[in-house]
Each structure stands twice: as C-alpha cells, then as structure tokens.
C-alpha cells in the first residue's frame, strides 16, 4: 500500500498505516577496515617485577580519534589484573617497538607509536578506565568487547599496566582499534 505523506512525497506502508523502511546498520570498525584504518596489536609481555608494572604503550600519534574497541589477554601462568590507563604522560622507558597489522591486508600504516617492555616502562598520570581480572585457569582467552569505545584522541597515550598480587605473570593479547575522523 502507499500512502501520501505531509510532503506529497508517496510512502511505502504497512495495512495499519506503518511506514516501510529499509535500514541497514553497520559495524564501525568493519567500516574502517575497508578504508585500511584497523588494526590490530599481538603482544607477549612478561612484566615480572613489582607491581604496577606498565607494560604495553599505545600512543595515538595521528590526526584522527583512535577507538579501541576489543581486547583479547590470557595469561598461562597466575592470575593477575590488568588496568587500561588513559591520558598517561612521559616517555617509555627502555620500551621494545610492536609494529600494529593492518586488518586490510597489505593496507597502510597505524599512526601511532606501541611498544611493549617485560618491566615497567615508568609512565605517569592518566586514568584508570577499567579493571579486568585474568584467571590462569580460563580455557582460552579472555576477550573483552567495550560497546563505547575506549576513544584516544590525537596526541594521547594509554598503557596496560600489570596490578595483580604476582608480577611474574606472562600477559599475552592482541588489542584491536580503528581510526575514524574528527568530527
């Protein structure tokens, strides 16, 4: 049935009266992929010194809003909790280069710099956005999706930083993100 609506423009609708409507909803980050800004960041940690010990970095060195949007850890050995910290200051120390991959294979390169240190890399400041507690005994990895995204503007840092009771748990994830303009 078509209805005519205030505009004189014809609408597609149901018996009752109800509008017809074709809608698709998109995954942002599938979005971004496509336009060869996601990625992804494999890391192996072993802290193992007193804790807190920071030991991945990620700084958003680019134009454009980095949403972190799902982050995959495991840990084999004790249990242990880890912090995402936002808007840390300084530089890391001693700190060894991780390399994001694009999820378009063969895409461009993440403007950001990672690096990754089996110690602590000493940064300060920032706030903590959540906690999340490993267990040795999971089957697998733990994998946390965050339906608001952990948003790091241009010029911001943010760390993984080892909290739990045992510093000499091996921490290993992959942290995913995407890049989308400033709007």
């Given amino acids: 049935m078509q209805n005519t609506g205030r505009t004189g423009n014809i609408q597609d609708t149901t018996f009752e009266g109800r509008a017809l409507v074709d809608a698709s909803a998109h995954n942002p980050a599938a979005l971004a992929a496509g336009a060869q800004d996601a990625y992804a960041v494999p890391f192996e940690q072993d802290p193992g010194v007193t804790v807190p010990a920071d030991f991945f970095y990620l700084k958003n060195t680019g134009n454009k809003n980095m949403f972190i949007y799902r982050l995959k850890l495991y840990t084999p050995s004790v249990d242990t909790e880890v912090n995402i910290v936002t808007g840390v200051t300084g530089s890391p120390t001693s700190g060894t280069s991780i390399v994001p991959v694009n ?9 950001v710099t990672c690096e990754g240190r089996d110690d602590d890399m000493a940064l300060v400041g920032g706030n903590t956005v959540t906690k999340l507690f490993l267990d040795k005994d999971f089957v697998g990895e733990q ?27 091996d921490i290993d994830g992959t942290l995913y993100f995407y890049f989308e303009g400033l709007r």
């Fill in 103 to 111: 999820l378009y294979t063969g895409g461009k390169t993440a403007d």
């Fill in 143 to 169: 994998v946390w999706h965050f339906e608001a995204p952990i948003i790091l503007p241009p010029n911001t840092a943010m760390i993984l930083s080892n909290t739990g009771a045992d510093p000499t748990a």
